[in-house]
């Protein structure tokens, strides 16, 4: 229900209730007033105001309105001198209270799961898949060694990359050694 929809319920509740002498209370002021009457029905926001207004001297706010509807839904305290006694019920036929102790027992907590060790690829998969980047690498190194400014920086290049390569091939040759053998 929006707030819009209280004031109009409110204004239609206050034409309904204007007394003879004109004494009728005020509507909300702003929406965060209005907003706090919405669930109520018209007649009861209407009664809500009258006591806001007269509790506040006709200037009201959200947090007085929201007092008032807190104090009309307040629930009586239960009366704890009212002892309720429980009927013996009768145990049904085949159970004995031995039994019915054991099925009413408390079950124990179980232990937690263990999580599984993550599952690795397949290994043709990764294979397949380092195999394809390995292939990338190596042409894109080909290109670079086609390129015409490789003889200009030849020394360059070999000093900061030639043992990488070389590592590189024999990683490769004992990789190919593993797979012919």
């Known amino acids: 229900m929006s707030a819009a929809t209280v004031v109009d319920g409110m204004e239609a509740?206050?034409?309904?209730a204007t007394s003879p002498i004109g004494d009728t209370p005020a509507l909300p002021a702003n929406e965060g007033q209005a907003r706090e009457l919405t669930g109520l029905d018209p007649a009861e926001a209407v009664d809500?105001?009258?006591?806001?207004?007269?509790?506040?001297?006709?200037?009201?706010?959200?947090?007085?309105?929201?007092?008032?509807?807190?104090?009309?839904?307040?629930d009586?305290?239960?009366?704890i001198d009212a002892e309720v006694e429980a009927e013996p019920v009768e145990i049904?036929?085949?159970?004995?209270d031995a039994a019915l102790a054991e099925l009413n027992?408390?079950?124990?907590?179980?232990?937690p799961a263990q999580p599984a060790t993550p599952k690795r690829?397949?290994?043709?998969?990764?294979?397949?898949?380092?195999?394809?980047?390995?292939?990338?690498?190596v042409e894109s190194v080909n290109r670079l060694a086609a390129d015409d400014r490789l003889k200009r920086n030849k020394d360059q290049i070999k000093a900061s990359?030639?043992?990488?390569?070389?590592?590189?091939r024999d990683a490769l040759n004992s990789?190919?050694?593993q797979l012919e053998g």
């Open 92 to 96: 049904a036929p085949g159970f004995t």
């Open 48 to 74: 809500v105001m009258a006591k806001v207004n007269e509790a506040t001297g006709g200037r009201p706010t959200a947090a007085a309105i929201r007092s008032e509807i807190g104090s009309r839904r307040i």
């Open 121 to 137: 690829r397949p290994i043709t998969d990764a294979f397949d898949s380092a195999t394809f980047n390995l292939k990338r690498a």
């Open 161 to 168: 990359n030639l043992s990488d390569l070389i590592r590189v």
């Open 175 to 177: 990789v190919i050694t």
């Open 76 to 79: 009586p305290e239960p009366d």
């Open 105 to 111: 027992a408390p079950t124990p907590t179980p232990a």
């Open 13 to 16: 509740a206050l034409e309904m």
